[in-house]
């Protein structure tokens, strides 16, 4: 069971975590103020832009140790409270519109991680991390853990030199296009939180590739009227490069016009694979 570790340290983080205490007339509370982020350009800045669904509106989540809260913007940019360097992550899911003018929460969301991230940018490579932090953040408010210790745990891990680690590989001239959202999360949330991470949990392992081509010849659509999407953004520019997705085998994946429908594929070989068609669900709203 995560975070359960930090009984036998509660002594130690509260003596080294000392600036995350709650502010008492003997101690100095950290200096707050509003850090303005740019969202990601919408729609992504690639020569299928023209494909890709309207915009609705943008989801915001931000999380601490100390609050969870949500709110949509059509703005540009946003302007989030952070105490500094308090850990902090925000995501921000794209809710597009289908053709029936319905929304529709189809892409994995951008992130922002704090206090680490080296421009004041929410971008899609860093998405993963930070909803990884935001479950990090959950399960220790469960667990009814302070907000110290919570903390404490997120500040052990090195978040900058992980998220240097993805953006190296997304941006490596592999076979296979890296997709972070593809990597067990479980079981790199165990291990933060068993202070025993390996960087080897951010190696993509059982991936194989689903050729476009595939694709056209089992639907029977043509390469204009089979216009699929990644869920993850990036991967969608890879895609014009080497007409294929990365698929877990043995996973389903969901790929998506983004518009109607979707396809959920399962790859078990390169002679074994299933398609099933699947209307995009209709987004109804978190807040």
């Known amino acids: 069971m995560r975070f359960l570790f930090l009984s036998s340290f509660i002594l130690i983080s509260s003596l080294i975590v000392l600036p995350f205490t709650a502010c008492s007339s003997n101690t100095t509370c950290p ?12 729609p992504p800045e690639d020569s299928r832009s023209a494909a890709y669904p309207p915009l609705s509106r943008w989801l915001v989540k931000v999380t601490s140790a100390e609050a969870l809260y949500y709110f949509y913007t059509t703005a540009t940019t946003v302007a989030v409270p952070i105490k ?28 922002y991680l704090y206090p680490t991230a080296e421009n004041q940018k929410i971008t899609w490579e860093q998405g ?20 110290v210790d919570i903390e404490y745990l997120i ?49 993509l392992t059982g991936a194989a590739a689903l050729e476009a081509e595939y694709i056209q010849t089992t639907t ?19 895609f014009l490069q080497k007409k294929q997705f990365t698929v877990l085998k043995n996973s389903p994946i969901l790929i998506s016009d983004a518009k109607k429908v979707g396809l959920f594929v399962t790859y078990k070989s390169s002679k074994n694979i299933s398609l099933e068609y699947i209307y995009l669900p209709i987004y109804i709203g978190d807040i």
């Open 31 to 42: 200096p707050e103020e509003n850090l303005a982020l740019e969202l990601p350009t919408w």
């Open 84 to 111: 500094t360097n308090r850990p902090l992550c925000v995501s921000a899911y794209p809710i597009t519109l289908l053709e029936d003018q319905n929304e529709c929460s189809y892409f994995l969301p951008a992130g």
């Open 128 to 147: 993963f991390l930070a909803d990884t932090m935001q479950k990090l953040f959950n399960e220790g408010k469960e667990q009814c853990l302070p907000p």
């Open 155 to 203: 500040s052990t891990f090195n978040w900058k030199k992980a998220q240097k680690s993805i953006e190296e590989k997304l941006i490596s001239d592999t076979k296979l296009f890296y997709n972070p959202w593809l990597l067990s999360q479980s079981s790199i949330l165990d291990e933060i939180s068993s202070h025993n991470f390996k960087s080897s949990l951010l190696n």
């Open 220 to 238: 029977g659509l043509s390469q204009e009227n089979s216009v699929f999407f990644s869920s993850f953004v990036p991967e969608n520019k890879r």
